[in-house]
């Protein structure tokens, strides 16, 4: 199947800088991506749609400010997390959906574990 | 808008048991459902995917109808290793939401030798 690689597996910073996340289909052109958050113990809540060549469609209740999204070519999409704080400690997944004449599948990165001291 | 119910973990089973685990869904139009598997620290991996009323997928001894009688996508195993627990996401993904996956709260499967 299709490779999606996100980078990097786990970061830690401090309270108030920034951390940029990477996804990239490695064998696929994905002109969406979806990024999702995942709390301990809970299900993954879609954050936004990364979309190339045009601005991200943010969910409701999520800052866009916050969480700066770069679709900058059809294999690149990244996520800027600003001003990062404790409450953003959270892994954060990327996936791209693979359209191939029928149902699109998705495939996942292998996630981002996000802690912010 | 669309929505996936499934049932709340954990659930604890012995090596060899049966595992069921039930996802009923809403969704306008024709969705695809799907199971995800989530190993701890890792990302999700598709388990297996229906696309169609009546499709049965299947992957490493799981399997899952989906039923649009019942709005129901259940997983079950006849038997089970301790290399299958894991957390199981249900989620379904239709053209009418863009193709967005939206997911179950997951379940937590422990497996004890």
């Known amino acids: 199947g299709a490779v999606v690689s996100q980078h990097p597996s786990w970061v830690i910073c401090k309270s108030g800088t920034s951390v940029k996340i990477e996804c990239r289909s490695l064998?696929?052109?994905?002109?969406?991506m979806f990024w999702y958050r995942q709390f301990p113990k809970q299900s993954l809540m879609l954050m936004a749609t990364?979309?190339?060549?045009?601005?991200?469609?943010?969910e409701q209740g999520v800052e866009k400010d916050k969480f700066l999204i770069n679709h900058a070519s059809l294999t690149l999409s990244t996520l800027t997390v600003t001003s990062a704080h404790p409450e953003d400690s959270s892994f954060y997944i990327c996936s791209a959906p693979v359209t191939g004449g029928g149902n699109p599948e998705a495939f996942f990165g292998q996630g981002t574990r996000l802690t912010v001291v | 808008g669309d929505s996936v119910t499934q049932m709340e973990g954990p659930v604890t089973l012995s090596e060899e048991a049966f595992l069921t685990i039930n996802c009923t869904y809403t969704?306008?139009?024709?969705?695809?459902l799907f199971w995800y598997v989530q190993y701890p620290g890792e990302g999700l991996q598709l388990l297996l995917k229906a696309t169609k009323a009546d499709d049965k997928g299947s992957n490493k001894g799981f399997e899952a109808t989906y039923r649009k009688e019942t709005t129901s996508f259940h997983l079950e195993k006849g038997s089970v290793q301790v290399s299958d627990s894991a957390v199981y996401f249900c989620?379904?993904?239709?053209?009418?939401?863009?193709?967005?996956?939206?997911f179950g709260g997951g379940t937590r499967v422990l497996v004890k030798p």
């Open positions: 064998d696929f052109q994905a002109t969406t």
């Open positions: 969704a306008t139009g024709y969705p695809s």
């Open positions: 990364s979309n190339e060549g045009s601005k991200a469609t943010y």
């Open positions: 989620a379904l993904s239709g053209r009418a939401a863009g193709n967005k996956l939206t």
